[in-house]
């Protein structure tokens, strides 16, 4: 069982910068698989991206390539999630997640992952 404790959303202008953090609790972190996932108004929730326990493998969603980085401490059981260059298409309730499994970007979009927080709000104003 993991525990995940979402932090640092807010109100941003477009253009500027976020970043997100996540806090796990429970066994054996550093074996999880993490993600972000984000949720708008009105939309289904949509992945975003995701890295291996080791921090060598990284995916992300074609909306926020090159403009979000996932990145991981084992010794802190914390996952971040850097977001620049953000527009007010990124409003949104981001949502910290956790698998067991070591799978594709492309998997985790279809099939989520085990375990969620409650997630943050980020408002972009144009």
């Known amino acids: 069982q993991v525990h995940l404790v979402e932090s640092g959303g807010g109100l941003v202008q477009a253009g500027g910068s976020l970043r997100l953090s996540c806090a796990a609790s429970?066994?054996?972190?550093?074996?999880?698989?993490m993600g972000w996932f984000r949720q708008a108004p009105g939309k289904e929730r949509e992945f975003v991206a995701a890295?291996?326990?080791?921090?060598?493998?990284?995916y992300y969603a074609d909306s926020v390539k090159s403009r979000f980085t996932i990145s991981r401490d084992n010794a802190k059981n914390t996952v971040y999630l850097q977001m620049d260059s953000l527009k007010p298409e990124d409003t949104a309730v981001y949502s910290c997640?956790?698998?067991?499994?070591?799978?594709?970007?492309?998997?985790?979009?279809?099939?989520?992952?085990?375990?969620w927080g409650k997630g943050t709000l980020v408002t972009v104003s144009s």
């Open positions: 429970g066994r054996a972190f550093s074996r999880y698989t």
């Open positions: 997640a956790a698998d067991s499994t070591e799978a594709s970007g492309t998997f985790y979009s279809r099939y989520g992952m085990n375990y």
């Open positions: 890295i291996t326990w080791s921090g060598i493998n990284t």
